[in-house]
């Protein structure tokens, strides 16, 4: 099941209606130690959200979500109201929206919350980036597991990948050669100025070296593939410790392991 927000949201988040007070806002903050306040009309629609940031650009004194504002300047932040302050129609999610869509979000659009809303568009919800990073540290972790248990069978499932990524080089190497041709029959046309020219033979050379590269990756996977027919691939030549599927999926031509690859490239 692909994870979506509902799982890594925090449910029936503190909010503030746009009229109660910016100061009583930065109050709430500072009590639960939030960052983020969704704001909510009567029905819980979702009308905006207040950051800390809003506030500390929009009030000239100091403030801080360690403690309170002192006596002192309460009396001039009074006056500002949540509708003042806070930014409106702001980006949301429902619970259903996938959690890479909600984080891409978040990236793309520079922001630290998510107001998450349910059917009706009300309230329900709010994804920040510190749950985000919670879920992608989760995630990972299940990751690594469901990796490791696999381990245990890895040249099954590392052949076919290699195979199907061989089979991806020969397309593509199957194209650079069309390109490589386009270009040398258009130079045999003629009618090509010199920096026309120029630019032709820069393509041609560019071509070459994508091909040259692809041609190499190829070499490699054929090795591996040879390898992996003869139960040799994924132990490592030197200790005949395991290698890791990610390296070989990296680098399928691979012999060793990290360890010893990088013993033996340390002068000594
Ligand atoms: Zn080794």
């Not at 029936?12 to 009583?24: C, F, K, M, Q, W």
């Not at 879920?135 to 099954?156: G, H, I, M, Y």
């Not at 199907?164 to 490589?180: A, C, N, T």
């Amino acid at each position: 099941m692909e994870p979506d927000v509902k799982t890594f949201m925090s449910g029936s988040p503190i909010s503030v209606d746009a009229t109660e007070s910016a100061l009583g806002a930065l109050d709430l903050m500072v009590d639960h130690g939030i960052r983020h306040l969704p704001v909510v009309d009567r029905s819980r629609r979702v009308v905006g959200v207040l950051t800390f940031d809003d506030l500390r650009a929009a009030f000239p004194q100091a403030i801080s979500l360690r403690e309170p504002p002192p006596a002192s300047d309460r009396f001039e932040m009074r006056d500002v109201s949540v509708g003042e302050v806070m930014t409106y129609a702001p980006v949301t999610a429902t619970v259903d929206t996938p959690l890479d869509q909600a984080a891409g979000l978040l990236a793309e659009r520079r922001i630290g919350c998510l107001p998450i809303l349910d059917e009706q568009g009300r309230l329900e919800g709010i994804i920040t980036e510190v749950d985000m990073l919670q879920a992608l540290a989760t995630l990972l972790w299940t990751q690594r597991k469901n990796d490791a248990s696999q381990e245990a069978r890895p040249a099954v499932t590392l052949i076919d990948t290699l195979r199907s990524e061989r089979d991806h080089i020969l397309v593509q190497l199957g194209k650079y050669e069309e390109h490589e041709q386009e270009i040398t029959e258009r130079r045999r046309g003629g009618g090509l100025d010199l920096v026309e020219q120029g630019a032709e033979v820069t393509e041609a050379e560019f071509t070459e070296e994508l091909a040259e590269l692809a041609a190499r990756r190829l070499q490699s996977l054929d090795h591996a593939i040879e390898r992996a027919e003869d139960g040799k691939l994924g132990h490592c030549e030197s200790c005949s410790g395991r290698i890791p599927a990610a390296r070989l999926r990296a680098l399928p031509g691979a012999t060793r392991c990290i360890r010893c690859a990088r013993r033996s490239e340390t002068p000594s």
